[in-house]
DNA sequence: GTCTATATTTCGATAGAC
DNA sequence: GTCTATCGAAATATAGAC
């Protein structure tokens, strides 16, 4: 009886470390790069000796891959309302919206993220070639519908989709530099919203959406 | 009579030297983040012995500091179109040009921006709040200018001079990507001419710039 | 599973001959 | 000005007691 207990106990223990670990990583790596981050400011951070992080994760590689990943994986789930939407004002809109709050609520992965592709992605390349590769294609094919649809003009739907990565996410990257352009002050409720309202104006009338049934 | 000439000799060998070293420390900078470079990798691109940089630049950080202002630099200088222009479709135009042509010229410069600013801007906070700050100001004042002058839709100026930035520069920042999402090879002249025909296009659309004179 | 102490490597920086 | 040799600090990783 008790050997099931203290496993399920043991596990839990393990995934609430780990869950620590990640979260400490996260900040760590973001906010020094992954040759700047030291394992002990991890460990300070997340409130463990630091050979206890190599314990659960045996190389500071290991753990590196694993916050990396974490973010690519919200990633692709905001990318769902994309498909379902009938046409470019509500798929893409949703979309926009949905990576706004990613870059607010995830500022730190977002960041590791981009630091990661800056320096080559050396850890996360078969993402790149795989996973990434076959969504954006599979993106690409829906707004290429669209435009033979009627629904939006006729631009290059990559060039599209780097633009939609590259506003949402400029917002967690450089969120310093907009905090500091903001009078040294976070952006408010407020400002979110107008930034989430000013990059789907701007996009969504540049492309020439058409509303399939509400409006904008 | 050979007192001056060494002088000159001397400093012609320092100029060159200094150049030298710094194109291979933005190099080895963006490729590896401030810490993850070393200054034994960028001696070694540099072709020059470790204590030779120590002579040049006393410290890393001092060296690093020069690189970042560089593209900082380079960028406030790309911004002159921007001024003289009688309207957005000349002014946005031309700098969204000029700022491609940057990302494609500087890509290593960019990124080491790119990943000062990410980490918080530890070196050149001084930059973002006396030079940019006021150079934002001022463009957001001719952005305003022309709103009221009817020549392009009402948009927060901020956020639209923030997805300036977050496009162009995407495309040197995280060159990596889309090169890997191009098949594993670099834009040609004709896809970079494509990408700042749709950042032009999808922009001046969404904010509604009129022309001034000629079209678009 | 946890933590102290330490082995091993590597980096920034410098001394000192040339 | 240049370069070899090296110092001292700091990092990753591990050994071994608990």
Request: proline share 4%; hydrophobic share 40%; charged share 25%.
């Given at each position: ?136 294609a599979?993106r690409a094919a829906v707004i290429r519908r669209w435009i033979a649809e009627?629904?939006m003009?006729p631009v290059d739907p990559h060039?599209l ?56």
């Open positions: 009886m008790s050997a099931p207990e203290r496993l399920t106990k043991r596990d839990a223990t393990r995934r609430e470390n780990e869950r620590v670990i990640l979260e400490a990583a996260e900040k760590v790596f973001a906010e020094a790069g992954f040759g700047g981050a030291t394992m002990q400011l991890i460990a300070d951070m997340a409130g463990l000796p630091k050979a206890n992080l190599h314990y659960y994760f045996p190389t500071k590689e290991e753990l590196y891959r694993k916050v990396v990943s974490r973010i690519f994986e919200i990633w692709l789930r905001a990318a769902a309302c994309f498909d379902a939407a009938p046409g470019p004002v509500e798929g893409i809109g949703a979309y926009v919206e949905a990576k706004m709050e990613i870059s607010r609520r995830h500022p730190h992965g977002s960041k590791v993220w981009a630091s990661e592709v800056m320096h080559g992605a050396p850890v996360i390349q078969d993402y790149l070639e795989t996973t990434l590769r076959d969504w954006t599979g009627g629904k003009a060039h989709l780097y633009m939609l990565w590259a506003t949402t996410q400029h917002y967690a990257d450089f969120g310093h530099q907009i905090e500091t352009l903001n009078g040294g002050r976070p952006l408010s409720d407020r400002q979110w919203q107008a930034a989430t309202a000013s990059v789907k104006r701007i996009i969504l009338g540049g492309i020439g959406a058409v509303a399939t049934g509400t409006d904008l």
